[in-house]
Antibody
Framework: QVQLVESGGGVVQPGGSLRLSCAAS????????MHWVRQAPGKGLEWVAF????????YYADSVKGRFTISRDNSKNTLYLQMNSLRAEDTAVYYC????????????WGQGTLVTVSS | AIQLTQSPSSLSASVGDRVTITCRAS??????LAWYQQKPGKAPKLLIY???SLESGVPSRFSGSGSGTDFTLTISSLQPEDFATYYC??????????FGGGTKVEIK
């Protein structure tokens, strides 16, 4: 069965960095676009970043552009999110999510990993 | 950027009720819309894609309709397990995506 398992969350000071990972299994990882979505405590969902199945294209929300970098290692079936210059407003649960197919919904999500930016 | 406005932001309903949630896009998005259900402490679950296509394994009491700027998610007969928050998501500007603000369905 399809599984997405995030890791790497934790508490970091403002201005600090963190790298999230998402280990994928149960499907051909190298064939699907992948996304990061976040949810601040008690708030709604916010799309963060996308990477094409082969890593050739990446897109970011304006709120994280220039600070976050999405990447993937198809040989390890793993998705990453490098987060730099973290701010208090980046505090959220971060989910990785798999494209059902291009532009048709996210059919699988991880359980989420909490990132807290606080001094 | 395309904005999605959901209404209502919350509602109270009883088991067996018919529930309708609306999602309005700030510009036309054809049928590029999905609906998700999220329960507290859990990841969202895909219910509907392409505005009206039911995701595999989702009960048939859920249905979606609409195109252009106005969309609806309908639960024909609310069940106890349906109390949750529902989000719409547009894919017209894929891969840059936006979610609606959410609709919380509570027990009356």
């Amino acid at each position: 069965q399809v599984q997405l398992v995030e890791s790497g969350g934790g508490v970091v000071q403002p201005g600090g960095s963190l790298r999230l990972s998402c280990a994928a299994s149960g499907f051909t990882f190298s064939s699907y676009g992948m996304h990061w979505v976040r949810q601040a405590p008690g708030k709604g969902l916010e799309w963060v970043a996308f990477i094409r199945y082969d890593g050739s294209n990446k897109y970011y929300a304006d709120s994280v552009k220039g600070r976050f970098t999405i990447s993937r290692d198809n040989s390890k079936n793993t998705l990453y999110l490098q987060m730099n210059s973290l701010r208090a407003e980046d505090t959220a649960v971060y989910y990785c999510a798999k494209d059902k197919e291009a532009a048709a919904g996210f059919d699988y999500w991880g359980q989420g990993t909490l990132v807290t930016v606080s001094s | 950027a395309i904005q999605l406005t959901q209404s209502p932001s919350s509602l109270s309903a009883s088991v067996g009720d018919r529930v309708t949630i609306t999602c309005r896009a700030s510009q036309g998005i054809s049928s590029a819309l999905a609906w998700y259900q999220q329960k507290p402490g859990k990841a969202p679950k895909l219910l509907i894609y392409d505005a009206s296509s039911l995701e595999s394994g989702v009960p048939s009491r859920f249905s979606g309709s609409g195109s252009g700027t106005d969309f609806t998610l309908t639960i024909s007969s609310l069940q106890p397990e349906d109390f949750a928050t529902y989000y719409c998501q547009q894919f017209n500007s894929y891969p840059a995506l936006t979610f609606g603000g959410g609709t919380k369905v509570e027990i009356k």
